[in-house]
């Protein structure tokens, strides 16, 4: 599966942003599809992951109550829908799937996805 994540941008902080990741090859139908990003100088992080079959959600302690992952079955897209952004927030996003229609250890490690979209850069300003 080939993935397309765009939407990134400059935003000031207390702003919102909707990153998408668009599916082309296959369908997500048995994937689980998660977001993670990368600030310069740090490790790629997880931020917030679905399954796409049931829909069923986790977050990162640092994206509760502000990022959620909608997506759009029709369009064989998901989306990060960050709200209340802050300057920490600063990173080069990525969208990833992997093949598996639980949650486990498994899901907050970028080694365990299969699939990746290109980085989408989202900048917020003090």
């Known amino acids: 599966v080939q993935l397309q994540a765009s939407g990134g941008g400059l935003v000031q902080a207390g702003g919102s942003l909707r990153l998408s990741c668009a599916a082309s090859?296959?369908?997500?139908?048995?994937?689980?599809v998660g977001w993670f990003r990368q600030a310069p100088g740090k490790e790629r992080e997880f931020v917030a992951a679905?399954?796409?079959?049931?829909?069923?959600?986790v977050y990162a302690e640092s994206a509760k109550g502000r990022f959620s992952i909608p997506r759009d079955n029709a369009k064989n897209t998901v989306y990060l829908q960050m709200n209340s952004l802050k300057p920490e927030d600063t990173a080069v996003y990525y969208c990833?799937?992997?093949?598996?229609?639980?949650?486990?250890?498994?899901?907050?490690?970028?080694?365990?996805?299969?699939?990746w979209g290109q980085g989408t850069q989202v900048t917020v300003s003090s």
């Open positions: 679905i399954i796409w079959s049931g829909g069923s959600t």
């Open positions: 090859g296959r369908t997500f139908s048995s994937q689980t």
């Open positions: 990833a799937a992997m093949t598996t229609t639980i949650f486990s250890g498994r899901t907050y490690s970028s080694r365990s996805y299969e699939y």
